[in-house]
């Protein structure tokens, strides 16, 4: 069944969608009236509807149930990512998202190859949220993960004080992710993923020095693109309810 997310809560017994939604449904996905879509908005309300009206850049809809959405993850993930080189932010941000991720922030690390101007990045940053949005919508999230603006890694850092777990992905080596949670399972969690160049001892030091600690994929080095899925599955598998 087809997957949107509504702008804002819904009340009453119908709903309608207008701008890219709309065309989606009518020009893209060509459905009709009659048809059903599901609706989710922003209070993570599930809707299942029925198209009962199709006009020029609308699509009226009636409210046939509805159910708190139960496809979101117990732990809200935070992915610092350091910018890779090419498209291949692009991937992770798509894949990330099926995945379960709730927020991505890109980051400039020392060892960054990429360094978009900032006009360049603002364009960079609006993609990447499309790409969000659209995986968002196949992989049927409750939710639609922020992409914020880029940052420093300075900044990326001090935003780790929010979490109640910091998770330093360290190429130099660290404990498995697993020892590091020691059973427990935190509401919120920062994952730190480097670039190609992975990242400088400093860096290392100043996120463990506010509590962040190293964590090892493993004895094989990922690549930029590969690593934050890795990560991201196994923090998933240690919160979530189907690994109790």
Wanted: a neutral charge; hydrophobic letters at 35%; proline letters at 4%.
């Amino acid at each position: 069944m087809a997957w949107f997310f509504t702008e804002e809560n819904i009340s009453g017994n119908n709903y309608t969608l207008v701008g890219e939604s709309a065309k989606h449904i009518s020009k893209v996905l060509r459905m009709r009236t009659g048809e059903d879509i599901t609706l989710v908005s922003p209070d993570k309300t599930q809707y299942e509807c029925k198209i009962s009206l199709i006009t020029q850049g609308e699509v009226t809809v009636d409210i046939i149930s509805q159910k708190p959405c139960e496809n979101e993850p117990d732990v809200f993930v935070t992915l610092y990512q350091a910018l890779p080189k090419g498209d291949k932010m692009d991937f992770i941000v798509q894949k990330c998202t099926e995945l379960g991720i709730s927020r991505i922030v890109p980051m400039i690390s020392a060892r960054c190859v990429s360094r978009p101007d900032e006009k360049s990045l603002k364009k960079k940053c609006e993609r990447w949220q499309k790409i969000a949005l659209q995986a968002a919508m196949q992989s049927r999230r409750g939710i639609i993960p922020e992409v914020t603006p880029c940052i420093s890694f300075k900044e990326a850092a001090e935003q780790t004080k929010q979490n109640e777990k910091t998770v330093f992905f360290y190429e130099m080596g660290g404990e498995s992710v697993r020892k590091i949670l020691n059973g427990t399972k935190p509401k919120t969690v920062g994952m730190f993923i480097g670039s190609e160049g992975g990242f400088e001892q400093s860096e290392v030091d100043s996120v463990t020095a506010i509590g962040g600690q190293t964590a090892t994929l493993g004895k094989r080095i990922l690549r930029a693109e590969t690593a934050p899925l890795a990560a991201l599955s196994i923090i998933m598998y240690e919160t979530d309810n189907f690994s109790s």
